[in-house]
């Protein structure tokens, strides 16, 4: 069946260390989004990329970076200058083949710093 | 501020109950999402909006999406405990004539549903 999975679903990371999110679409999808989510805030966008080897900033980049080697995978690298890493990650992707498509997303990566 | 505002934040109803969940932005809307989602897991999609006026039902949940195309509200008729989660809609944002694919969501609204 196709879809999107992330891995792990439970990361733990102490403090100082990168931690890398996986995130694998089989979907043929051209699009690919990462996003965090905290209680009461909603979703904001930490990178988007449209097509492979190119990716663009989100509104909360800072402290993170991604990859996008191939059209399938987008993993998110959570770096030891984020100060506040503990959240609800959330990735995602969607078709640039029809307009207004919309994003289908994974099950989530509940990070927590110890 | 939000750029998508979402109310109310958090709604307590009887089931059998209608319930209506409203999302606003000050900007035009060029597309209107609506998903669900169970805590710790990913969103579902429900419906997209693109029409001023527009309206569409999936079972016992309606969006609509004003002619302004600046306001959307989630209707769910005679509620179940099968309906709770959090209800979260985004908008889609243009760049000229090209689609990004980029969404900005509203903080999403809590749904619990008495049985």
């Known amino acids: 069946d196709g879809g999107i999975t992330q891995s792990p679903k439970y990361l733990f990371r102490k403090e100082g260390q990168n931690v890398t999110l996986s995130c694998e679409q089989n979907?043929?999808?051209?699009?690919m989004y990462w996003y965090r989510q905290d209680p009461g805030q909603g979703l904001r966008l930490i990178y988007y990329s449209q097509i492979v080897n190119d990716f663009q900033k989100g509104d909360i980049a800072e402290g993170y970076s991604v990859s996008r080697e191939k059209k399938e995978s987008f993993p998110l690298t959570v770096t030891s200058a984020q100060k506040n890493p503990t959240a609800f990650y959330l990735c995602?992707?969607?078709?640039?083949?029809?307009?207004?498509?919309?994003?289908?997303f994974g099950p989530g990566t509940r990070l927590t710093v110890l | 501020s939000q750029e998508l505002e979402q109310s109310p934040q958090s709604l307590i109803v009887q089931e059998g109950k209608n319930l209506t969940i409203n999302c606003t932005s000050s900007k035009t809307l060029y597309g209107l999402y609506w998903y669900k989602q169970k805590y710790g897991e990913g969103l579902i999609f429900l419906m997209m909006l693109q029409k001023g006026g527009e309206e569409k039902s999936h079972e016992k949940i309606t969006a609509k999406l004003d002619e302004k195309k600046q306001q959307s509200s989630l209707h769910i008729t005679a509620s179940q405990p099968s309906h709770a989660g959090i209800y979260l809609c985004g908008a889609a944002l243009l760049h000229g004539s090209s689609n990004t694919g980029k969404l900005i969501f509203g903080q999403g609204t809590t749904l619990q549903v008495k049985p």
């Open positions: 979907l043929n999808h051209d699009a």
């Open positions: 995602a992707s969607s078709s640039l083949q029809r307009p207004l498509s919309e994003q289908f």
